[in-house]
């Protein structure tokens, strides 16, 4: 049997979270609320700063949709509780999730998501830190993920998000140069990159994280 978007599994050996509230059928967000633009999946995702949000308040964020498998594993190494949901925003530090269900503040949750189609998962460890709970038609309904730590350097995959564009064609650039292309080995120049992207940040003002 399939399970629905947003509910709790409810198969056999399996149960909800204590404490979790009844879902509602999930409603995936449409339209645009009045403070938060709803991301399109496919979209390249629009980067803005944060305001007012301490869970990833120093990061700029993704408006950005994507699917989470979230879970609580048992102490026999089962799952206790799963659901699958789908992004509203995401940063470095944390993510939210439009959902018509509610787990405990402070849950400790494990997550899944891929940033891109065909790409490796993002695998880390959440804590929910806050929620909301307005109409759902505007994606306003749903909670806060504050990542914890991450598996594998996962985490690398969304410093990319951010950074990539602008990293690649500092680093092409780069390597176009009689610095880079006079140094011995691959290793020497992936160095000498480094050391410039860093001069870089140190001597000119602005936010690398939004490419400014």
């Known amino acids: 049997m399939m399970q629905r ?12 979270l204590e404490g979790a509230e009844a879902p509602r059928a999930f409603v995936p967000p449409v339209g ?8 399109t999946p496919g979209v390249v995702p629009r980067i803005e700063m944060n305001q007012g949000e301490p869970e990833h308040r120093h990061f700029p964020r993704a408006n950005l949709a994507t699917h989470f498998d979230l879970w609580v594993d048992d102490e026999a190494g089962g799952r206790r ?3 699958n949901l789908v992004s509203i925003n995401v940063s470095v530090s944390g993510a939210f ?4 269900f509610f787990l405990p503040m ?8 891929a940033l891109e189609e065909g790409a490796a998962p993002v695998e880390t460890r959440a804590e929910i830190v806050r929620e909301e709970r307005g109409p759902e038609e505007e994606g306003k309904s749903g909670f806060a993920l504050r990542f914890l ?12 998000l951010f950074l990539g564009a602008r990293l690649r064609a500092f680093t092409e650039d780069y390597l176009k140069s009689a610095r880079a292309r006079s140094l011995p ?6 160095i000498d990159v480094m050391a410039a992207w860093e001069l870089l940040k140190a001597t000119t003002p602005g936010d690398p994280w939004r490419g400014e």
């Open 97 to 100: 999730l439009a959902s018509t």
């Open 149 to 160: 730590d991450f598996s594998g350097q996962t985490e690398v995959a969304l410093a990319r």
């Open 32 to 39: 645009v609320g009045a403070s938060r633009v709803v991301p």
């Open 185 to 190: 080995n691959e290793l020497e120049r992936v």
């Open 106 to 113: 402070g849950t400790v949750v494990r997550a899944r998501f």
């Open 81 to 83: 509780f799963s659901a």
């Open 5 to 16: 978007k947003g509910a709790v599994k409810s198969s056999p050996g399996v149960r909800g």
